[in-house]
């Protein structure tokens, strides 16, 4: 059977995608709901099916739906090379969306985007900071061309690289009498009250991976979703945190709070991730090549011995 998609139809399917509302995604393509609902019931005319399940007048993405996905995005995105094809301004060209987990997206992502623009002239970059798992999740539903996190995902639908590390630490209240003793071990943190990351927090997953089954009675004491928080409660004393040395690097150079030295490795690795059916631009080519050669002892805060 002959088809006749149209890419105004695969740009109304993927704003349905990535605005979840057809009044959303009218808005953002400056349609009229009424077009907006009509080039869905086209498309889906053409394909022969369903591309989301309608159930209380939500739309929600479903396996067929999830089949045209790549396809659009790619076919999209192949649109976008040859709308710049001949632009001689620039030899980088198009939007990259890049989302960042809360460690990176803050501490690493904004010298790694500023040295990218300079070194290529590439200016138009979105970044959306969030917990791992979103990040995932984002990736897995095309909002996203790629996801920087702090921990290694094995999900099946997306592809992971190392490209760069940093090392985490303990920290706790600049007093705790922990810090007068002239070395620490693990089981000095019996009964121990932690400050914990949200679930889906790559910070939150070393800890429960690599410093919690050393102790063997620890208690949370908060669950919270900012790292300012997690540093606030633990100037207040109200227990202890494992957060990346990035992170707490303010907090210790201003005295709010101080690191625990521990023998044990704290090192881990940064993961750039990217969808398996993802159409690789040559802006997403190269921004990755940038990532992987990337010196992130380049950041300020790396440059803070404690």
């Known amino acids: ?61 479903n396996q067929e739906g999830r089949r045209l996905l790549p396809y659009a995005d790619e076919l999209l995105c192949r649109m976008n090379d040859l709308d710049q094809a001949f632009n ?60 920087l996190i702090e921990g290694k ?23 705790h009498p922990l810090l007068s003793q002239p070395s620490v071990r693990l089981d000095d943190f019996e009964n121990s009250e932690w400050i914990l990351r949200e679930a889906g927090s790559g910070t939150r997953e070393f800890f429960l991976r690599t410093v919690a089954p050393r102790i063997e009675h620890w208690h949370e004491a908060f669950e919270l979703n900012t790292t300012e928080a997690i540093i606030n409660s633990v100037a207040a004393n109200l227990g202890f945190a494992c957060l990346s040395r990035l992170a707490a ?33 040559p802006l997403l080519k190269r921004f990755m090549e940038y990532c992987y050669h990337w010196d992130s002892d380049t950041c300020p805060e790396r440059k803070l011995d404690f």
């Open 1 to 61: 059977m002959t088809r006749h998609v149209s890419l105004k139809q695969l740009r109304v399917f993927t704003s349905i995608i990535q605005y979840k509302t057809i009044t959303a995604a009218s808005e953002h393509l400056f349609l009229s709901k009424a077009a907006v609902s009509m080039a869905l019931s086209e498309l889906e005319k053409q394909l022969g099916h369903a591309l989301f399940d309608r159930v209380n007048n939500r739309l929600i993405l």
């Open 88 to 147: 001689d301004e620039h030899s980088l060209f198009g939007q990259l969306h890049i989302g960042a987990s809360d460690t990176i997206g803050n501490q690493v992502a904004p010298f790694l985007l500023s040295q990218f623009r300079q070194h290529y002239q590439h200016r138009s970059q979105t970044l959306f900071i969030s917990n791992s798992a979103l990040i995932c999740q984002k990736l897995i539903d095309y909002e996203l061309d790629i996801g």
């Open 153 to 175: 995902t094995y999900h099946p639908q997306l592809l992971s690289h190392p490209f760069s590390q940093d090392e985490m630490c303990i920290i706790c209240a600049p007093n």
């Open 249 to 281: 690097s303010a907090a210790v150079a201003s005295g709010r709070v101080d690191i625990i030295k521990l023998p044990l490795d704290m090192k881990r690795r940064f993961w750039l991730l990217v969808h398996k059916e993802k159409y690789q631009s």
